[in-house]
């Protein structure tokens, strides 16, 4: 009796049929997937392009490239940031805004990163500002940098000025003259506006370089137009059944693309690298942000 039931419980070979292919095909659903996000959105480079009306009325409009979150590293390789470089050129920018978090944690080609982002200054009047990644006391926790030194050393080798808590005065040809205001790293304790919001009749319109989006709020009652930054990757992983935004703020509204918010306007890139190089609904993008006369 004992040994019938026990024929009995075993599955039937149409059923152990099933179950493979089931498990077959989930397999084969997950390389597909992983393949996806390593090997194809990763290197899917496109053109972010945006409006902002903040301009007087007639002005010419002004052309500002934004290339950000580029995280050089062995899954983000030089050539693939040189790629993006001949992209932004292609655009025939005014101006170049660099947004930060240029490594992930450690590197060493310092020159070989200088020359390709000195094509940019070349020939384009190109400003940066620094981001998380790029070093600080969290970085130095983190296995990463303790100083955005090496950053800031690469990019001024390159003639890129970096603007540490800073604003510049932006006068391109045929242009209205504007203010660029470069800021620090929030999480590395490093974003101080304390002074900068000072009132300048003369150039009416400011744009803000401040790579996480958060600092927003802790600027929001101050004169400014435009804010670009980077650090949410766009969320980098986007989950197909749509929730909440896997991104680094405290702010899950503004993750990616162009918003009007408090009468400022917000720019949040989803940037050209990332870490660990992976993405799902999520392509990586240059930006181009043409600033308009707002009538
Ligand atoms: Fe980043």
Request: proline content about 7%; hydrophobic content about 40%; glycine content about 8%.
């Amino acid at each position: 009796m004992e040994k019938d039931n026990n024929i009995e419980k075993r599955p039937s070979p149409s059923k152990l049929f099933t179950r493979r292919r089931m498990l077959t095909g989930m397999a084969a659903c997950a390389a597909a997937v992983y393949t996806d996000m390593r090997f194809i959105e990763p290197n899917w480079l496109g053109v972010g392009k945006h409006q902002v009306p903040i301009l007087p009325n007639g002005a010419e409009p002004i052309r500002i490239l934004q290339l950000s979150d580029l995280h050089v590293s062995h899954e983000v390789p030089l050539d693939f940031i040189d790629a993006a470089v001949d992209l932004g050129l292609k655009q025939n920018p005014d101006i170049i805004c660099l947004t930060g978090d240029f490594i992930t944690k450690q590197w060493n080609e310092w020159n070989a990163y200088s020359r390709i982002l000195a094509r940019l200054s070349k020939s384009i009047p190109t400003y940066a500002s620094t981001g998380n990644h790029d070093g600080g006391p969290m970085m130095r926790t983190r296995g990463g940098l303790g100083t955005p030194n090496y950053v800031i050393g690469m990019l001024e080798k390159a003639d890129i000025p970096v603007l540490m808590n800073q604003r510049q005065e932006i006068a391109l040809p045929g242009k209205v003259p504007f203010e660029l205001l470069g800021f620090g790293d929030l999480w590395e304790d490093d974003f101080q506006p304390r002074g900068l919001f000072e009132k300048n009749h003369a150039r009416p319109v400011r744009v803000l370089m401040s790579h996480n989006p958060d600092t927003k709020d802790l600027i929001a009652n101050s004169e400014w137009e435009l804010m670009l930054s980077g650090h949410t990757h766009g969320g980098q992983l986007i989950l197909p059944w749509g929730s909440s935004p896997i991104a680094p703020v405290a702010d899950k509204r503004f993750v990616r693309g162009l918003h009007h918010w408090n009468n400022h306007w917000l720019h949040i890139t989803k940037g050209v690298g990332s870490i660990w190089n992976l993405r799902l609904n999520c392509h990586p993008e240059i930006s181009l942000i043409e600033l308009t006369s707002a009538a």
